[in-house]
């Protein structure tokens, strides 16, 4: 969870699906709860920050077929309830370490809700230190899982990913404080801002979903653009960049407009555009990172799709390098593509047939001089292309014939 203020309250209260990330309550009053319920709200409110964050909406109850539609809102005297204080002091008295979470009132189309924002922990994973009745086990670790439950980490896997996230987060605390030191030149070697990818782009794609709700048909797809060293640029070094990299692709682009790359706005420590139009976000960050997102209905995800969207993506990052970088240090581009919805897996379709990908995401990448990728971007876009398909399994005969129109589309750029 990137920032906790970040949010849209109407998006929350309206995406009406309940996910590891979401839940939603009945409008209920929290000086007259029993202990039990507010036991239950508690399990719900610690296993979003053993797992990655998440939001507890209240004012939106269930119809009778479960679907979380009911947007009733609360009184005034029930989001008065839920004081921030007496709340905390519930919360903290039955966790360790203490839940870090802020409680909202906003008001959305005439009604209010309260929302409840969780950040995932930063440290040590929270345990429960007080049993409650049949809700709170003493000595549990609560998670959230996919399918919407709060429960407790009982199997090996689950228990291992929490130790997992305590050691990174142990190395961002000490990573935090050498990119600190570092950053006083300007400058971080190129392993140090790769190694930065994984955190922002997991922050990054969270914000995204939050704002753009995937259907079971889509897939995400992913580009990223690593620089070879952090050297800081500022919003309007960015924004011109971004702008003189991308007018060459049309409105109908299935990468980037220019006028989506026109419209990005500052963000802490970022310039970052959210399409309104199509569920498409990129982030540009000021040390040089490059992030791109869109959701794409599975039916036109194509060999033909794949092919525009490496020449378009690879055309684009010449022209970003010419313009920040230059030179003859290292540009890595990074290429992936995700089914989404619960367990989908990921397809390209081609006619009657589909191809189906190993796993749950395709990827492949290149590394290339800033000066290379601009006067042999028709070659990098061809082997970034050949190297997607590979991983699908895809037959020469389908690669092929696409190579003429990638060439074409990069010869007049």
């Known amino acids: 969870m990137t920032s906790l203020k970040s949010y849209d ?11 590891d990330e979401l839940d939603y309550k009945a409008a209920m009053n929290w ?3 029993s202990r039990t319920e507010k036991g239950k709200l508690l399990r719900h409110l610690t296993a979003f920050a053993n797992t990655r964050g998440g939001f507890l909406v209240i004012g939106v109850g269930e119809s009778d077929s479960g679907v979380p539609d009911q947007r009733t809102g609360v009184s005034e005297r029930e989001a008065a309830s839920f004081d921030p204080t007496a709340v905390g002091n519930f919360i903290n008295s039955h966790v360790e370490p203490p839940l870090d979470f802020t409680i909202d009132r906003p ?5 209010r809700f309260v929302i409840f924002a969780v950040r995932p922990f930063s440290g040590l994973p929270h345990i429960c230190s007080r049993g409650i009745e049949t809700e709170l086990q003493e000595g ?3 998670i959230r899982t996919g399918e919407a439950s709060s429960r407790p980490a009982r199997r090996a896997l689950e228990m291992q990913n929490l130790i997992r996230r305590c050691m990174r987060n142990e190395r961002e605390q000490l990573g935090r404080v050498l990119r600190g030191i570092l950053y006083e030149t300007g400058t971080l070697s190129a392993e140090t801002a790769a190694g930065r990818l994984p955190d922002l782009a997991e922050d990054a794609e969270q914000y995204f979903r939050r ?3 995937e259907t079971a048909d889509a897939v995400l797809c992913k580009f990223f653009i690593i620089p070879p060293t952090a050297e800081v640029h500022t919003t309007r070094e960015e924004r011109r960049a971004a702008v003189a990299a991308a007018p060459f692709i049309r409105r109908n682009a299935v990468f980037l407009s220019g006028e989506e790359c026109q419209s990005g706005g500052k963000a802490p420590g970022s310039l970052r555009m959210l399409s309104r139009k199509r569920p498409l976000m990129w982030q540009f960050f000021d040390r040089g990172l490059f992030l791109y997102f869109r959701f794409t209905p599975e039916t036109e995800f194509t060999p ?3 092919a525009r969207f490496c020449a378009e993506a690879v055309a684009f990052a010449g022209n970003l390098a010419a313009e920040l970088c230059g030179g003859e240090e290292l540009l890595t ?3 992936a593509f995700s089914g989404a919805g619960n367990g989908r897996k990921l397809q390209l379709c081609s006619g009657e047939r589909k191809f189906s990908a190993d796993g749950g995401e395709i990827a492949a990448e290149i590394s290339r001089s800033a000066a290379d990728l601009v006067s042999g971007r028709e070659n990098h876009a061809l082997r970034l292309f050949h190297r997607l398909g590979e991983n699908f399994k895809l037959p020469d005969r389908l690669l092929d014939p696409l190579e003429p129109a990638m060439r074409n589309f990069l010869a007049r750029r």
């Open 9 to 19: 309250p109407e998006e929350l209260v309206f995406r009406g699906v309940e996910s």
């Open 31 to 33: 000086n007259t709860m």
């Open 107 to 111: 008001e959305v189309r005439g009604r």
């Open 140 to 142: 549990v670790f609560y």
């Open 211 to 213: 704002r753009h709700t």
């Open 304 to 306: 033909e799709y794949l």
């Open 333 to 335: 581009l990074k290429a």
